[in-house]
T-cell receptor, first 113, second 112 residues
């Protein structure tokens, strides 16, 4: 079974708009969630991680976590063409400890100038 | 500072041959991970090393895959008797804590 689900997209938004990327997960024991950005042909790079219910903001990025509904989202404000990439959602299987991440297949975002 | 490095960046091999992929983690990072990413697929966990503990091999798809980490630093992923379905990008990551895994540039493996 797939533990982390993402809409593959592509999600297309105009420059300056808010891009909303969503992710759902099946394991209620999950504690830590991560958003990675992957440009075509490149390796993933971490954007944000979130542990607690609610919002976490970092610049133009806001991660939102709702453990009761088992979803995590990433909002990108004032989207730029340089934000065009595949966004990977991941969860850590063990709360607060190191271990392999379980990734979704990613959502491809396209920001049109 | 230097990031995670991997070599080779690209590898083309014939079906049935063995290949070795190398990962050099960020200095001081105790955890090292191998993932692979096939076209159109998400990252698939392969194996995880943490310090001197026994590795978590639960993601290895078959006994043709093995990995070792010497001296708590460099790691080698070996694929024996390669098959065409092994073609993928093999990504290595390292971390010093639970929050952030830093990925290397990957090795693109093509099995003909």
């Amino acid at each position: 079974q797939k533990e982390v689900e993402q809409n593959s997209g592509p999600l297309s938004v105009p420059e300056g708009a808010i891009a909303s990327l969503n992710c759902t997960y099946s394991d209620r024991g999950s504690q830590s969630f991560f958003w990675y950005r992957q440009y075509s042909g490149k390796s993933p790079e971490l954007i944000m991680f979130i542990y607690s219910n609610g919002d976490k903001e970092d610049g133009r990025f806001t991660a939102q976590l709702n453990k009761a509904s088992q979803y995590v989202s990433l909002l990108i404000r004032d989207s730029q063409p340089s934000d065009s990439a595949t966004y990977l959602c991941a969860r850590a299987p063990y709360g607060g400890s190191q271990g392999n991440l379980i990734f979704g297949k990613g959502t491809k975002l396209s920001v049109k100038p | 500072g230097a990031g995670v490095s991997q070599s080779p960046s690209n590898k083309v091999t014939e079906k049935g041959k063995d290949v070795e992929l190398r990962c050099d983690p960020i200095s001081g990072h105790t955890a090292l991970y191998w993932y692979r990413q096939s076209l159109g697929q998400g990252l698939e966990f392969l194996i995880y090393f943490q310090g001197n503990s026994a590795p978590d091999k639960s993601g290895l798809p078959s006994d043709r895959f093995s990995a070792e980490r010497t001296g708590g630093s460099v790691s080698t992923l070996t694929i024996q008797r390669t098959q065409q379905e092994d073609s993928a990008v093999y990504l290595c990551a390292s971390s010093s804590g639970p929050e952030t895994q830093y990925f290397g540039p990957g090795t693109r493996l093509l099995v003909l």
